[in-house]
């Protein structure tokens, strides 16, 4: 299995970026799929996750309103489309799939199996 993650890049506060996994190696339709991200010196955090189907989508708090996954099955993409950029959205970005997530776990890093190798997106003030 591998996730290959793309899309990140130095931006200015305010502006948009859009991320992209391609997933090869697995049935993209069984997986849930979901971006974390890590900051320096803090833990990978949970940002958004996305249903098998696609048709139920978890947020974080912060990225609500801002942030919106969405997938495609044809091409075994999941994307992670960020507007209104902040600075304290700079980390490195990590897309990540797994069959047997739950509801109760989805949000914990721990309860998947696959990592993309992440990508970098940092927003200047």
């Known amino acids: 299995v591998q996730l290959q993650a793309s899309g990140g890049g130095l931006v200015q506060a305010g502006d948009s970026l859009r991320l992209s996994c391609v997933a090869s190696?697995?049935?993209?339709?069984?997986?849930?799929m979901a971006w974390f991200r890590q900051a320096p010196g803090k833990e990978r955090e949970f940002v958004v996750a996305i249903a098998r189907s696609g048709g139920n989508t978890w947020y974080e708090d912060s990225a609500k309103g801002r942030f919106t996954i969405s997938r495609d099955s044809a091409k075994n993409a999941v994307y992670l489309q960020m507007n209104s950029l902040k600075p304290e959205d700079t980390a490195v970005y990590y897309c990540?799939?797994?069959?047997?997530?739950?509801?109760?776990?989805?949000?914990?890093?721990?309860?998947?199996?696959?990592w993309g190798q992440g990508t970098q997106v940092t927003v200047s003030s």
């Open positions: 190696g697995l049935t993209f339709r069984r997986y849930v």
């Open positions: 990540a799939a797994d069959s047997g997530v739950t509801l109760s776990s989805l949000r914990h890093a721990s309860a998947y199996d696959y």
